[in-house]
């Protein structure tokens, strides 16, 4: 992800710090960043004009299906009234054109008698116009809210229902990167569409009028934008570039601004001095960012510059054809006023398809990899099988193993091995030994590669994931800190059928009763310190939570992966002791480095690089001769 690139000239860091002021060597410039994993990294740079043509189109269609799928009513209301503001324009040209010739007549009263019912049709004309195009804006409005909540929705349910082996595969995040990108660009599609569109309706009508008014004005119409037309091209390129040249260096210098302001480490930041070497750090992000976006603005002020003289000769001669033309007779001089008020309208209007066509170009890269992403991931969601699981009495694995995506050692290597309830298991080994991939694969969380899990009878190969997880009380090493009332924190969208009562029960059972009532709303208070009026726990109370969390379901599957690792010795003893008392009524698993947890197990299994090593209860195991157990214990006597 990090490749090291030439620096582009970047402006001095004036930034004092201690370093500097103690005479120590002043700290190195950050490194830089370039994002070389992009897919679509100087897409617009690079298209020919081809390219754009081509894909513009495609998505216009796409940004249209999406509208079509929200709000049918006001996509067609969009449509509509561009088409109008069209045709409005086109009849204020036409009218203008009768107008001009009356009103440049020897007596300007009789010209204007005369010209007033054509001149009422522009007012009238230009005015349906600007009411359509407001009608249009309001439309789009309406529909870009949806548009953006649609295409979050739909990408973020698709991840919730995605086979966990999906994160797995090779390049999942960068494609999902992508699609996000995709979803979050589609807030300002509809608007952006209806931009464009509307500029080329524009500029279709002005090109209408002229050519039925006079074959020639169509060529001077071209003389009149085409250099404007090529210059937007251009300065849009260079505008792009510069923004290309600096995305790595604002991503991570937005990256770095959460962790310098956010409150989960400013106790770190401050105690070891961080300060002013991180403040270096930021501004020089900042310094290099500025440096490269001043850098662009000559090229750009040049290009535009040029365009600029060059789209005034040629309008100079537009206007001196447009006067040849007059005065030989071949043109009357209302055609041509209508003329230069339809070069201007053209102008405005190809300003618009310059600076849209860019964006649009650009949003067809990413809807495309939206559309992409949506149709892989829907290909790998948990559809398994139709089979109701019921509350097991014992798991059983049967040669079951599993490997990950583009991995050659298998994470679990086959076992064959028998979980029944009423007993607490403990899961043990060292770092990577695959106690994480056996847990997933006795909840169903990832079926295996070879081999069966079976529920009783049922293999959860065939069963309907939900009707797994239905009976599956999950406490993860990382746990989450969901940013809901206490009390949702610990039903998390279970049923209450016994309201708040049953709440404090697994509350109690985990030793947070006090800690609870004393938060300023009791289980309605927010528990997101980060957000105004919101509460903040300690690692030790989020773990005891979880815990509650789990208890709460009453599951017949209970798995905790080392869920007393920031609790005090009073919370980890009430937690086993509680793992106890309920161990009659389902399975349990537990996953733990503390072997002085391990000796409250029924059962201990000892896991070595995928494999079942050996399996008994604590004591035996460690008075096994060459037990890894033994010899883990042995190290944790040691310390």
Known sequence: MTDPTTPAPDGPVSVSVPAARTGAPRPSAPPELDYNGRKHRGAVADATLWDMARRIPAALIQTGRLAWTVDRRMTVTVIVCQLLSGIGTGVMLGAVARALPQLMGSDPREGLTRAWPALAVAVVAMATGAAMWILADWATRRLNPKIASAADLTLVDLYMRAELAAYDTEGFGDRSKAA???????????????????????????????????????????????????????????????????????????????????????????????????????????????GRELAGARPYLFITLLAASLGGLFTLGMWASLAALVLAGAMSTGIAGTAVVASQTAGRALNSIIRYSTVMFHHGLYLSDYYE??????????????????????????????????????????????????????????????????????????????????????????????????????????????????????????PREHGDERIWDVVERVGMTEALRELPDGLDTLLARSVWGGHELSGGQWQRVACARAMYREPAVLVLDEPTSEMDARGEHTVFQELRATAPDRITVVVTHRLDNVRMADRVIVLDRGAVREQGTFDELVATEGSLLGELNALAQDR
Not at 463 to 490: C, F, M, T, Y
């Open 180 to 290: 996000e990108i995709g979803a979050l660009r589609a807030v300002d599609l509809a608007d952006d569409a209806k931009t464009l569109t509307n500029g080329f309706v524009q500029l279709v009508s002005a090109a209408t009028v002229l050519t039925s008014l006079h074959p020639l004005l169509l060529g001077v119409l071209l003389l009149s934008v085409v250099p404007r037309g090529m210059g937007g091209v251009i300065a849009a390129r260079v505008d792009y570039r510069i923004h290309d040249r600096t995305v790595s260096a604002r991503n991570v210098r937005g990256m770095m601004r959460w962790w310098l302001t956010t409150a989960e480490l400013a106790d770190e930041l401050r105690a070891n001095t961080m300060r002013g070497y991180l403040h270096f750090w930021y501004r020089a992000m900042c310094d290099r960012v500025e």
């Open 373 to 494: 992403f949506i149709d892989e991931v829907r290909a790998m969601t948990t559809a398994r099988g139709t089979a109701q699981a019921a509350p097991p009495r014992r798991i059983r694995l049967e040669g079951a193993s599993y490997s990950y995506p583009s991995k050659d050692t298998a994470a679990v290597r086959p076992i064959t091995l028998t979980l029944r309830r009423g007993e607490i298991v403990a899961l043990v080994g060292e770092n990577g030994a695959g106690k994480s991939t056996l847990i997933r694969l006795l909840t169903g969380l990832t079926l295996p590669t070879h081999g069966r899990v079976l529920w009783d009878d049922t293999d959860l190969a065939t069963a309907d994931a939900d009707s797994v997880w239905r009976h599956v009380g999950l406490v993860p090493q990382k746990n989450g800190h969901w940013p809901l009332a206490a009390r949702e924190n610990i039903t998390l969208g279970q």
